[in-house]
């Protein structure tokens, strides 16, 4: 780079140099061969006019001895050619014009021609002298060419010469250089990599040199800080090693204090637990004595009393559940038992234990279920339950009056999966931001003052909060304050394809349905179920609009006075009435309560007024039932006993578990209520020995526990137990769980008729095992054409052994078939038998004959494989 401008610099000089010479030159030459020209046409003037034309013979041959000279050529004044020497090929001067007198100049690629006029000395000085002859003469430059490359062939040799000085100088300071700039790397990687303890010295360079002496001071420098740095490394490691003595003592204690919380967080949960069954065993005694003697005669005052004392246990075992609770959210022993639920069967349950206290403030509930929402998931139904308890009483406690609305809808993730979303909006107070970022904290509420205004222990949304994260889902808030609040909460869930079908909804399909309802909720709510089971629904908000249809539900609230309203309802109609309408006896309409089951409404169309002649009461009786309950606490034996008295049932007691083993091993029962925690031998052990021998292998076992939930369901399937309930126990929970286990006939007129077949209790009967179920089916069905040939021949001959042998082949077969129907009337029969002195006949057997009918008929419309299969 440092040659480069001066070799650009020499080769410009130089070529300049050359090109002023050689163009120097030509213009010498040039001038010349101008001065040869006139030179010579001076000359042959005085010989041309004497006309001596050999002398210009020599003339012009002398001259061509000039150098450049080519050729030479003499004209006449008439342009004759008078002598010539030379090559005349470009000697021509007919390129002059006649009265021409300058000369020309013909410039050609190697030389150059001239005519050169020859003019006489003029006699008079004013005139113009005249031409007496031309003068042509060629040059040639060829020797300029020879000096020209002569020229170039120095500068070359110049040059390069110069180049080659130039290099040479150059590489000698570069390897200088280079050798120095080495030797101050060296020491530089030395200073990095290398030992500390070097000098460097560059003597021939002094700038190098210098900075030599710089890099030795600052590699002494570098040393002092490395020095100072090892010392303290040196001090750091040692407090380093100090500080990690003391986090491994630390660590130590926090790990023996990380035991002691673990150690004292189960003490507390085994506490709260043992706490919790030991104050929920006398609870259930107070709850269940109170109601026992609200059922008898007392004065006024003592009533209220009592109702006092059995509000205030309920309370006090609602805030109990809700710690316990919270307790086992916070230990992690919350386990979640995944089944098949009925979404809106869950809902409609909760809605219609919550519309007690809804109906106080007089809030309406509405239920609206999204189209292709799956109608059963798998799921922890007592876990959704409860968080749809825990969220609709939130609503109801802070809405002081409105509405309260539950939506669910769902989104397909994938073909065994779906994203179910349930709302619940409210009109009450609402809350402010601050306050929704504080609801779901321990033991907190948007405001103290809540506390003594709604009361609350602050943990209900709590334990939502867990139970919705356990189950895999997310919960939320959207709510301003004075316009309500939208709890929400999501949660993946696999739906169930091969669920038992409550009814069969699709026999509406293409009916058409007109529906009174001024309330565009409640409008909606009902157009959605209705679409739902296939109807074509037609909405009218004036009662003198309904239009002719194959149904009509009225469906009216608390200011709609149905004194005025009926008479104007000339057709048969369904009628929804608010929740503390009283019921009426009408033989025209069928009445439903709100909140109303979706199972009844569906009944109440399809079945019309021979549903509301088949309602079941309050308290069935079951006159045959044997029931052993097993419980070490005797108040809750006294209560069981008070209950299942007023349903005409057989009670036996044992308040241990080898009592109840004695008992199971002598007699068969309908039903066993087990206890769980009793001593010696709990209630898990107790069933799982019945379960394994004696009379009652096969007997439903409910377990009736002081816990609020099982910490490990799966464990008591194991042991055999059918059923869980926590205590305390009501009258209608009873008779719920007695109808739902016992299958024996209900001696209640206004009971609904027993269904030819329960695909459920057949597969119970069957421990879940479809294709078993389906064959003692069809084996029942096989053999029951000629039993009931064989009925009708024995009892027109009074065959009364016959009778009784054929009675109780059929008892057996339906011990493992669920044909409740079948079943109520072969117990019926066969008591009938042990009591008619005479004997029956063949009106008595006719229920019996009816009944098998029933089933041949209900098999004539099923088919078996296809039932159980789905």
Request: hydrophobic share 40%.
């Amino acid at each position: 780079m440092g040659l480069l401008p001066i070799l650009a610099l020499s080769v410009a000089l130089s070529a300049y140099l050359m090109f002023s010479q050689i163009n120097e030159l030509h213009n010498l030459m040039t001038e010349r061969a101008k001065t040869s020209s006139q030179q010579l046409a001076v000359l042959t003037e005085h010989v041309l006019a004497d006309g001596h034309h050999d002398t210009l013979a020599h003339i012009t041959t002398a001259s061509l001895e000039e150098t450049a000279v080519k050729a030479i050529g003499i004209y006449s004044a008439d342009r004759q050619l008078i002598t010539h020497a030379g090559p005349k090929s470009n000697l021509s001067i007919t390129a002059i014009r006649p009265g021409e007198q300058e000369a020309q100049y013909q410039l050609l690629d190697d030389g150059m021609i001239i005519r050169q006029p020859i003019v006489s000395p003029a006699i008079n000085t004013s005139a113009v002298s005249p031409v007496v002859g031309w003068i042509v003469m060629q040059f040639d430059w060829r020797h300029l060419k020879i000096h020209l490359y002569q020229t170039l062939l120095l500068g070359t040799v110049f040059l390069v010469l110069a180049f080659i000085m130039c290099v040479s100088l150059t590489s000698y300071i570069n390897q200088s250089l280079a050798s120095d700039l080495a030797t101050l790397r060296q020491t530089i990687r030395k200073m990095a990599t290398g030992p500390k303890n070097f000098h460097a010295h560059i003597p021939e360079n002094g700038e190098f040199n210098e900075i030599a002496e710089e890099l030795n001071q600052l590699n002494n420098a570098h040393q002092r800080e490395l020095q100072e740095l090892q010392r303290n490394v040196e001090q750091t490691n040692i407090d380093l090693r100090e500080t990690l003595e003391t986090v491994e003592v630390q660590n130590i204690e926090l790990d023996l204090a990380r035991r002691e919380a673990v150690n004292a967080s189960r003490i507390k949960s085994e506490f709260l637990a043992n706490t919790s069954h030991e104050i929920r065993t006398p609870l259930s005694g107070i709850i269940g004595f109170s109601k026992i003697l609200l059922k008898s005669e007392l004065e006024i005052r003592q009533r209220d009393a009592i109702e006092t004392i059995h509000n205030s246990a309920n309370s006090l075992l609602t805030i109990i559940n809700d710690i316990l609770d919270f307790s086992k959210l916070e230990a992690g022993k919350l386990v979640l038992d995944n089944a098949p639920v009925n979404l809106r069967e869950a809902v409609e349950d909760t809605l219609q234990l919550l519309a007690p206290s809804a109906n106080e403030k007089k809030l309406e509930f509405v239920l609206i279920i999204q189209e292709g929402t799956p109608e059963t998931v798998f799921v922890d139904g007592l876990r959704l339950r409860q968080i749809l308890t825990n969220l609709i009483n939130n609503a109801i406690k802070f809405t002081p009056a409105g509405h309260i609305k539950i939506a669910i809808s769902s989104n397909q993730i994938d073909e065994n999966n779906v994203s179910l979303t349930i709302q619940i909006s409210d009109t009450g107070i609402g809350l402010s931001k601050d306050q929704q970022q504080e609801i779901f904290k321990d033991f907190s509420q948007a405001d103290a003052s809540i506390t003594r205004q709604y009361g609350g222990t602050g943990l209900g949304l709590v334990i939502v909060k867990g139970l919705v994260e356990q189950m895999g889902g997310e919960i939320g808030i959207v709510s301003e304050p004075g316009h309500g609040a939208t709890f929400w909460f999501t949660l993946n869930l696999s739906p169930c394809s091969n669920a038992i079908k409550l009814r069969e909804f699709s026999v509406l399909k293409g009916k058409s349905l007109t529906l009174y309802d001024t309330s565009e909720l409640h409008y909606q709510a009902l157009n959605s179920l209705f679409l739902s089971w296939g109807l074509n629904v037609q909405h009218c908000t004036n009662i003198r609009d309904l239009k002719l249809a194959d149904y009509y539900v009225i469906s009216v609230d608390a200011r709609t006075d149905l004194s005025k309203l009926l008479p104007e309802v000339t057709q048969a109609a369904v009628i929804i009435t608010d929740y503390n309408e009283q019921s009426r006896d009408d033989t025209k309409h069928v009445y439903l309560n709100k909140p109303f089951s979706h199972i009844k409404l569906f009944d109440a169309l399809y079945k019309g007024f021979e549903y509301t002649t088949k309602k079941q009461s309050q308290i069935p009786s079951f006159p045959n039932a044997n029931i052993l309950a097993v419980d070490d606490n005797p108040s809750n034996l006294h209560i069981l006993g008070n209950f299942m008295a007023d349903m005409a049932i057989h009670t036996h007691f044992a308040q241990n578990g080898a009592e109840a083993l004695q008992q199971c091993r002598e007699k068969t029962f309908d039903l066993i209520f087990m206890d769980i925690q009793m001593p010696q031998m709990d209630g898990i052990e107790t069933s799982r020995q019945i379960r394994n021998s004696g009379l009652n292998t096969d007997t439903p076992i409910i377990a009736l526990s002081a816990y609020l939930s099982p910490e490990n369901p799966s464990q008591l399937r194991k042991a055999g137990i059918n059923d869980y309930f926590s205590k305390p126990i009501s009258e209608s929970q009873l008779a719920t769980l007695l109808s739902k286990h016992l299958k024996l006939p209900i001696v209640n007129d206004d009971l609904d008729t027993p269904r030819p077949v329960d695909i459920g209790e057949c597969l119970r009967l069957t421990k879940n095992r479809p294709q078993l179920a389906a064959d003692m089916l069809g084996m029942l069905f096989e053999a029951l054409p000629q039993q009931r040939q064989d009925l009708v021949n024995a009892a027109q001959k009074g065959d009364q052994e016959r009778l009784r042998t054929i009675n109780h082949t059929l008892k057996g077969a339906c011990c493992y078939t669920g044909t409740p129907s079948l079943k109520k009337q072969v117990l019926a029969f066969e008591q009938l038998l042990e009591t008619a002195e005479n004997g029956v006949d063949g009106q008595d057997v006719s229920a019996l004959i009816n009944a098998i009918d029933d089933l041949l008929h209900w098999q004539d419309q099923h088919d078996l494989n296809v039932v159980f299969e789905a």
